[in-house]
Nanobody
Framework: QVQLVESGGGLVQAGGSLRLECAAS????????MGWYRQAPGKQRELVAA???????EYADSVRGRFTISKDNAKNTVYLQMNSLKPEDAADYYC???????????????WGQGTLITVSS
């Protein structure tokens, strides 16, 4: 079993900052990439930011320059620093990891339970 546990969501005023954290645990052989997705009511889930094991990053155009993704490989943990938050950033944020399990050896996408971010204007 592999678990992703997220923390750091909550209520923030527009212009404020939040930091999300997601820790992966369980029978992990390796993690190729980790990332954050978000889903607002009535909208499709979308990629916010991702980072590979080598450190390459990808951002949605809407958050580039405001959000920063980083990771601690030793802790299997990914972070999302969100600055200058806007009301349109409000959504459920989900952690994702491309995990290779130890046994039976297989690669799959693991998801966290989601954490809600509310941005007041």
């Amino acid at each position: 079993q592999v678990q992703l546990v997220e923390s750091g969501g909550g209520l923030v005023q527009a212009g404020g900052s939040l930091r999300l954290e997601c820790a992966a645990s369980g029978s992990i052989f390796s993690i190729d990439a980790m990332g954050w997705y978000r889903q607002a009511p009535g909208k499709q889930r979308e990629l916010v930011a991702a980072i590979t094991s080598g450190g390459s990053t990808e951002y949605a155009d809407s958050v580039r320059g405001r959000f920063t993704i980083s990771k601690d490989n030793a802790k299997n943990t990914v972070y999302l620093q969100m600055n200058s938050l806007k009301p349109e950033d409000a959504a459920d944020y989900y952690c994702n990891a491309r995990v290779t399990r130890r046994w039976p050896r297989s690669t799959f996408d693991a998801w966290g339970q989601g954490t809600l971010i509310t941005v007041s204007s």
